[in-house]
């Protein structure tokens, strides 16, 4: 009998994690149900995932490999292509066959096909996605179930493709932000690393034949010479230097203290700290209130929006709101309380409680923090290139009057 794994909330309000054995994820919900229990999320323990895939013959192959994921890009067209179809008046089984027939990625096809297997043999559209975790995530779950209650899944479904698609356009504004300055100053360390390496010993050279060994060169030459001798003579510790630095951070990102201390960092950060934190705010705003206005209670909300802010600062705080309105707050003085949102954000949630409009607010702030990333995005790549080239100049000029200095002396000895 398979095994399920849940998250969920008691009638005092507590939350709960453990285990539970079922013949599907619908007997385990009514099981769960019948003990008072309000789940928020749950997910079959899978040993070994067996991928479908349909030789030239027509025959069909189990093989284990690694599991099969759609990517988000590709996840959110299939969600707009399935909510059309819906709407249309299709039904789930030859939407869902429609749309496996008509993909050309592997990948789609086949979570597509084991999706589409599954709802056939009785399942519903919620436990058969919740067989492929890597492809939909908790957030596409729970909009789904919500969908299903509701009866309206093309609704929720047009609904949830265009959460994703705002979600990838305000990521992608805020990658390629980041972008233009990582290559310069990658172009930028690999020239200074040139020239220390292969020009400065040349100079060195020179000005111990032209001036003698003895002669004192001034001190910026001096460092930058050390400097060069060092990178040199030890250009092994220079390379375990980097690694470490690399392991570090990667090893410090999957500890929560760690990652906690990571996000800290990039939310406060000069230039790049606002654009982050308006993005999380947008992201925060977006997600709870997709979910709350496709009817997903407002505790499974937090909890969903916690577990995929993408950033532990934000999870942080979405925890704190989330054990308030479990004693019975609201959402916006805990909100307040943890000083993560801005004051903007705290009044118009404050006033969507008041007027019972919260999710319509939510969204409001979303897209009003989505209009501030464009700008900021737009205000930052205007104001890094002259940054960039100052710093440049700043350093290659400082390399350059190291090494003219001595060459006036080279030029007046020769002359005298």
């Not at 050279?205 to 001096?222: A, Q, Y």
């Not at 220079?238 to 996000?263: M, N, T």
């Not at 949102?341 to 319509?360: D, Q």
């Amino acid at each position: 009998m398979p095994q399920y794994t849940y998250i969920a909330v008691n009638g005092a309000g507590k939350e709960i994690k453990g285990a539970i054995n079922a013949a599907n994820e619908q007997v385990a919900n009514f099981e769960l149900r019948s003990k008072g229990l309000s789940v928020i999320s749950m997910r079959q323990v899978v040993k070994a995932q067996k991928v479908k895939a349909k030789a030239a013959g027509g025959s069909a192959l189990n093989m284990s490999f690694g599991p099969v994921v759609i990517k988000r890009k590709e996840l959110t067209v299939v969600t707009r292509q399935l909510a059309i179809l819906l709407g249309a008046g299709l039904p789930l089984i030859r939407s869902l066959r429609t749309l496996e027939k008509q993909a050309k990625n592997p990948s789609v096809k086949m979570v597509l096909g084991k999706t589409s297997d599954i709802v056939e043999g009785g399942s519903t559209f919620a436990e058969a996605l919740a067989q492929s975790p890597k492809s939909f995530d908790k957030l596409y779950l729970n909009m789904v179930r919500a969908g299903e209650a509701s009866g309206a899944m093309e609704i929720i479904l047009d609904r949830l493709a265009g959460f994703m698609e705002k979600a990838a356009r305000i990521t992608g504004k805020v990658k390629s932000a980041m972008i233009y300055p990582s290559v310069i100053l990658s172009i930028a360390v690999l020239a200074i690393v040139g020239l220390m390496i292969f020009i400065v010993p040349n100079f060195q050279k020179i000005f111990s034949d032209l001036l003698g060994p003895d002669e004192p060169l001034p001190g910026i030459t001096v460092f930058l010479i050390d400097c060069s001798n060092s990178m040199v003579q030890t250009w092994y510790y220079w390379l375990i230097g980097v690694a470490v630095i690399i392991i570090g951070f990667k090893v410090a990102a999957k500890i929560p203290a760690g990652k906690y201390g990571l996000d800290f960092c990039k939310y406060n950060m000069p230039l790049f700290g606002p654009i982050i934190a308006k993005t999380a705010v947008s992201r925060f705003s977006r997600t709870l209130g997709t979910l709350m206005s496709s009817g997903v209670p407002v505790l499974s909300a937090l909890a969903i929006v916690k577990e995929t802010s993408g950033n532990e600062v934000v999870s942080e705080a979405v925890q704190k709101v989330y054990d308030a309105v479990k004693e019975g707050e609201g959402i916006a003085a805990p909100l307040s309380r943890t000083k993560v949102f801005p004051e903007m954000v705290i009044s118009m949630v404050e006033v969507g409680e008041e007027t019972g409009k919260l999710p319509e607010m939510l969204d409001k702030i979303a897209n009003t923090y989505d209009e501030e990333v464009d700008n900021a995005v737009g205000a930052l790549t205007s104001l890094i290139e002259p940054l960039m080239i100052v710093a440049l100049a700043g350093i290659v000029g400082t390399i350059v009057i190291a090494l003219f200095l001595p060459l006036t002396k080279i030029i007046e000895k020769m002359s005298g």
